[in-house]
């Protein structure tokens, strides 16, 4: 998700692909015009606002970037999951990954977004419009996540509120996961419908 979201923001922005191993992340970064790739102390330090894209079971490494993140925006994509027989289930009991990622880094401003869309709508841009559940604190945080989502073509942030609601935003996935496959459609993603269109 973090190397396809990094290919489309690269069109627009200066992207820097964060890893672990900073060889594997120039490596992923080598195959998108326009972006470099660091580790990801080195990419904390030198963005202006971060995309977290890594699985929750690793949630904590977080933590350690809290310095670097400082003041800035962290948009945060993780979806806890567990799969059990084919089937996938919300992984928390209560609260969310946003939520946890905002109390790791205390001096950012942490949104949710991107996570009811998969990372294969990515790779085939066009289509129709999709709609992007943004949840955020503040007006500048949403307005300030928005502007990241506006600058892929097609998609449109749509305000849920404060980073609380990202209990809903993440509990979404798992469903739509399921229906993709009880139905047999292939990827889904949101596109909400209104009276007005
Ligand atoms: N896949 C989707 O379509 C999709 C859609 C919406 C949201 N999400 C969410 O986005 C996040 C990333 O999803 P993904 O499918 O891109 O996951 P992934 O490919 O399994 O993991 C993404 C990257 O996380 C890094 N990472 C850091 N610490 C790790 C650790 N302890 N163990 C394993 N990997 C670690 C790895 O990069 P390095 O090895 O380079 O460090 C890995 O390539 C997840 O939280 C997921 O719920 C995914």
Same mark, same amino acid.
């Given at each position: 998700m973090g190397s396809s979201l990094? !290919? !489309?923001?690269?069109?627009?922005? !200066? @992207?820097i692909i964060g890893s672990r191993d900073s060889a594997k992340a120039k490596a992923v970064a080598a195959a998108i015009?326009?972006? /470099?790739?660091?580790?990801?102390? /080195?990419?904390?330090? %030198?963005?202006?606002?971060?995309?977290?894209?890594?699985p929750f079971s690793a949630i904590d490494l977080v933590s350690s970037l809290a310095y670097e993140l400082s003041g800035k925006l962290v948009i945060s994509i993780i979806n806890p999951m567990k799969f059990e027989k084919g089937t996938a289930f919300y992984g928390l009991e209560r609260g969310s990954a946003a939520e946890m990622l905002a109390a790791k880094l205390p001096r950012s401003r942490v949104a949710t977004a991107f %996570? %009811?869309? /998969?990372?294969?709508?990515?790779?085939?841009p066009g289509g129709s419009r999709l709609d992007? @559940? @943004?949840?955020?604190?503040?007006? $500048? /945080?949403?307005? $300030?996540?928005a502007g990241i989502v506006r600058s892929i073509p097609n998609l449109r942030p749509m305000y849920a509120g404060p980073l609380s609601e990202a209990q809903i935003v993440e509990r979404i996935t798992p469903m739509m996961l399921n229906l993709a496959k009880r139905n047999e459609t292939g990827s889904l993603a949101i596109r909400f419908v209104s009276q007005k269109e």
């Open positions: 990094g !290919q !489309q923001l690269a069109k627009s922005h !200066q @992207v015009k326009g972006a /470099t790739g660091a580790d990801y102390s /080195t990419a904390a330090r %030198n963005c202006d606002s971060a995309i977290i894209a890594i %996570n %009811n869309i /998969t990372a294969g709508f990515f790779k085939k992007i @559940v @943004v949840a955020a604190d503040s007006k $500048e /945080t949403f307005d $300030e996540t």
